[in-house]
């Protein structure tokens, strides 16, 4: 099986790569590659050819599809400015990065299966229960790229560049090689690591958050994969347990065994969410089943950052 996986050197990407069958062709693409090659060699994983291209570049996207001159069974799409607060200072270049990317990389992909992580930001704006037959109407330039995104993707399979497509929309991981700037590593780090006793968080913190530990996310994708039966589906991947970031901050110190933590407020949260979702068509579809609990999983990720 031939699959093609932007974004690769990611958070999504560098776990895809470590559980994904060995005896799968993986062709991995990224903006740089030296992070990524130097990650392929460590870990030996010998069935990974990587491949350094900027997608926002049309003409670069082009050379990379004259080299690689084959029809790929999976397209995993991970590639994406993946920051909220950064498209609200530069929106021009979060459409870039997110929609404008795709379309150069659709305009030369010939794909069976074509997987996009979207985002439940494009429900940014609602409150309350949300699914896919939800209208929708988000004013996050983040939130607009990827329903964008999303729509261009339809389009595309009528073109038949795509034979059909799987878009998700993603409520979040975390885990090992996440960012720095997520919320679970950065409390990870200030509370446990340098030993601090109070967290800030931006808003009122009664906004929501639905994490998952990442190898959920890996092996909903891997069903995905494997799945032969399900076609142009939009679904929701989400634990459907949604908390307030302020009893999420309470939850983790618990954890790590930190005791009370004092929690301070500055400015405001632009994502805002305050709508839920339920993991039901995802669990129809592909089985999803969230098998780490936030205990074992932050407890995996602080073992992983303490190295």
Known sequence: MKIIV??????IGKNFLLKANKKWELYAVDRSTSELNKFVKENNLANIKTFECNLSDKDEVKKLFDKLNCTFDVCLYLAANSDPNFSIQFPGEDLAANTAALVNFLSCLAAKKFIFFSSGAVYHGLSG?????TKLNPLLPYSISKYASEQYIK??????????YLI????????PYEP??????????SILIEGKDSYEVYGDGENLI??????????CILAMIKNKNVRNEVFDLCTGKPV???????????????GEIKISHNG????????????????????????????????????????
């Open 6 to 11: 932007t974004g690769a050197a990611g958070f």
């Open 129 to 133: 229960p949300v699914n896919p037959k």
């Open 155 to 164: 389009f595309f399979n009528t073109t038949k560049s795509i034979e059909n």
């Open 168 to 175: 998700v929309r993603f409520f979040g991981a975390y885990g």
């Open 180 to 189: 720095p700037r997520k919320i679970t590593s950065k409390l990870i780090r």
């Open 210 to 219: 639905d994490i998952m530990y990442i190898d959920d996310t890996i092996d």
């Open 244 to 258: 307030a970031i302020n009893s999420f901050v309470i939850n983790i110190a618990r954890i790590l065994k930190r």
């Open 268 to 307: 405001v949260s632009h994502e805002n969410i305050m709508f839920v979702v339920s993991p039901k068509k995802a669990i129809s579809l592909f089985g999803f089943k969230q098998k780490v609990t936030l205990e074992k999983g932050i407890i995996g990720l602080a073992k992983f950052l303490k190295k």
